[in-house]
């Protein structure tokens, strides 16, 4: 089955700086990729997402990469905010008949202000 | 409109009691998912619902857990004979039908086995 790794599991900026975080995949197959922003004790709200036919997306100052080649995608926050401090998980969806999920373990975004 | 609603919100129980857990999908999303997510990890597939059927169970641990949605809207999470490892967050989401459609969660229901 599907294999989703994420890095770096904690990341600490200074406010202003952009944050980067990467996963891998192991399913060429795989074709849908969301990201997902959780606060302490709140749900995971998505925050943006990307279909594999297209290699970037960006809202804001958010932006996603996918590369398919190397079964990699990255999320990028640009000028970084105390509010956006929270965990953040990457997930992927395979490309078989079943809609679920599969979860990165998360990464703890900390800015500094 | 309203998001997923999950209930209870928190739920604390005795080893070996039996448990349901609720969830209200948003209007109109035929497609409704179980999670589990424990402390430190990212949510981990249960069950995926597409109207009244369960269109892939694999995620589900064991016999214990069983998951219905009898109209195709709300849907019930029951788990029998629950054991201490059972304790985590249950996390419901719901979509629109179709592939790569974005899934939102509710705030899901801290369950914990004593």
């Known amino acids: 089955g599907e294999n989703v790794e994420q890095h770096p599991s904690t990341l600490s900026v200074q406010e202003g700086d952009s944050a980067v975080i990467k996963c891998t995949y192991s399913?060429?197959?795989?074709?849908?990729f969301p990201w997902y922003k959780q606060e302490l004790g709140k749900r995971p709200q998505l925050i943006i997402d990307?279909?594999?036919?297209?290699g970037e997306k960006k809202d804001q100052r958010i932006a996603v990469t996918l590369n398919k080649t190397a079964k990699h995608f990255s999320l990028h926050i640009t000028e970084t905010q105390p509010e956006d401090s929270a965990v953040y998980f990457c997930?992927?969806?395979?490309?078989?008949?079943?809609?679920?999920?599969?979860f990165g373990s998360g990464t703890r975004l900390l800015v500094r202000p | 409109g309203a998001g997923v609603s999950q209930t209870p919100s928190n739920k604390v129980t005795e080893k070996g009691k039996y448990v349901e857990l609720r969830c209200d999908p948003i209007?109109?999303?035929?497609?409704l998912y179980w999670y589990r997510q424990s402390l430190g990890q990212g949510p981990e597939f249960l069950i995926y619902?597409?109207?009244?059927?369960?269109?892939?169970d694999s995620g589900l641990p064991n016999d214990r857990f069983f998951a219905v949605r009898p109209e195709g809207s709300v849907s019930t999470l029951k788990i029998q004979r629950t054991e201490r490892g059972d304790s985590a967050v249950y996390l419901c989401?719901?979509?629109?039908?179709?592939?790569?459609?974005?899934?939102?969660f509710g705030d899901g229901t801290r369950l914990s086995i004593l």
């Open positions: 989401a719901s979509s629109l039908t179709g592939p790569n459609q974005p899934q939102h």
């Open positions: 399913d060429s197959a795989s074709n849908y």
């Open positions: 990307i279909r594999s036919n297209v």
């Open positions: 997930a992927v969806k395979q490309a078989d008949s079943s809609y679920k999920l599969i």
């Open positions: 209007s109109g999303h035929t497609a």
């Open positions: 619902f597409q109207g009244t059927g369960a269109a892939d």
